[in-house]
């Protein structure tokens, strides 16, 4: 196509547009929603990674042919399940949307989960309430904010790490979430902190679980955040009087 055959496409003018292609301004959301919808790449795609590095077949596309983030299959073009240990979270966070970073997680496969993409997200010492640790927590990828659904539980990749929790609504610049646990109270996570959202379908225990028993771990974890509170509540009463 040429340039001004894609500007008409678009709705842009062929300057304005030639302005976007060659780097010298940003396109504002329409029109990136414009340039999604046409190519049916994902904005967070178009936006955080450089295609040009990866070969389409490295890419996962869902329904309409939408490509979305790098995925690894088998010599048979089934997609793995990789698993994200505790351990490299931290790593995750910023080779969550690098092919070559996501081949070297260790993977797995589940003939019951074949439609979309999953990975598996391992639980380490209670860091997952109410999955035990060394459970596997497997969440299918979510691409919009808006499919979200308010009382279901997700995976939420963000800045500052990899956490589950239960939705409750949105706000314009954020998303409201909840713990499993009542005892706190639901919070807030910033739009521009979300990295990546996977909806969760499965939970894989560890060998070794009994169902109803608490780790001691998190027994002190709960009477650690307690004393915090009361100590919390002391202060605001000295000050009062």
């Known amino acids: 196509m040429t340039q001004q055959e894609l500007a008409d496409v678009l709705i842009l003018t062929r300057s304005r547009y030639v302005a976007y292609e060659y780097g010298r301004t940003e396109p504002p959301i329409d029109v990136l929603i414009r340039i999604s919808n046409y190519y049916n790449v994902s904005i967070d795609l178009l ?44 790593g995750y966070l910023q080779g969550f949307s690098d092919h070559e970073y996501i081949e070297k997680l260790a993977r797995m496969k589940l003939p019951f989960l074949q439609n979309g993409k999953y990975r598996a997200f391992l639980a380490d010492g209670d860091s997952m309430p109410p999955f035990a640790d060394g459970s596997y927590i497997i969440g299918e990828y979510v691409e919009q904010i808006e499919d979200l659904k308010s009382g279901k539980e997700y995976i939420f990749i963000t800045s500052e790490g990899i956490t589950y929790k239960t939705f409750v609504k949105q706000t314009v610049k954020s998303i409201i979430v909840s713990a499993d646990n009542t005892f706190y109270e639901p919070y807030e996570i910033l739009l521009e902190n979300i990295l990546e959202i996977w ?19 998190a027994i002190n974890k709960i009477l650690q955040e307690l004393k915090t509170s009361i100590k919390e509540l002391d202060d605001k009463v000295s000050v009062l009087t």
């Open 199 to 217: 909806k969760y379908v499965r939970g894989i225990l560890p060998e070794n679980y009994h169902p109803g028993k608490t780790s001691e771990k």
């Open 47 to 90: 936006v955080r990674v450089d295609i040009r590095k990866y070969p389409v077949d490295n890419m996962m596309r869902l329904p309409e042919n939408r490509i979305v983030l790098p995925v690894t299959v088998d010599s048979e073009g089934e997609n793995y399940i990789e698993i994200v240990s505790q351990k490299a979270s931290m």
